[in-house]
């Protein structure tokens, strides 16, 4: 790759990051235009698409094209998974994630979210399973115990949901998130007293 096209991609990305995806895009799909096989790129565009359920789809067509480029490379199947998570294709997003998982077994947002894969498809033991690797992995991922809490909350699991919010409160004292799902938590621990 040449070095001006690498730091079209960093300018792209930063752009992203200050809220101008729409500019992102139009970097990136210059960039496809003069190097249709730029891994760095497809990857690039798939995550910023990848952003909402819209151009999840979209994000899909980049992203298969980086898999066939480099079948042995993680991040484009992590990323083909979301796209198919934000689309509730939950059996083929299973399929992709276990590839980077199998490509990258040690990667802890791989394992994240394959277990957002199955608590959203209602398989909350499958979820809890991943999820606990996930924690193994990056025991301080403040992320993956709230995912940990909010499926322990769904299976009404209230003292293992308690401890999950608690310990993102060790993480981030401010994390409101984790604070209105504890109090939530207690309400319902009280009331089941």
């Given at each position: ?47 910023l698409l ?35 998570l ?81 310990k ?26």
């Open positions: 790759m040449k070095e001006d096209t690498h730091l079209k991609i960093l300018e792209a990305m930063s752009a992203a990051v200050k809220g101008n995806p729409r500019r992102a895009r139009v970097i990136l799909k210059r960039i496809l235009t003069e190097e249709p096989e730029n891994l760095e790129a497809l990857i690039a565009i798939g995550a990848n952003s909402s359920k819209e151009t999840a789809e979209e994000a899909m067509n980049f992203l298969i094209r980086a898999v066939k480029i480099a079948p042995s490379n993680p991040v484009p199947w992590g990323h083909l998974g979301e796209s198919l934000l689309l509730a294709k939950y059996e083929r997003a299973e399929k992709y994630l276990k590839k980077a998982i199998e490509l990258k077994p040690d990667d802890a947002y791989y394992w994240h979210r394959l277990g957002m894969v199955y608590d959203k498809d209602k398989r909350r033991d499958e979820a809890l399973e991943a999820l606990h690797n996930s924690i193994e992995l990056n025991p301080n991922d403040e992320t993956t115990w709230i995912s940990l809490g909010l499926v322990y909350l769904r299976r009404k699991d209230a003292e293992n949901a308690i401890y999950a919010f608690e993102v409160l060790e993480l981030n004292p401010s994390n409101p998130i984790a604070q209105d799902n504890l109090d939530e938590v207690s309400k319902m621990k009280e009331n089941t007293s």
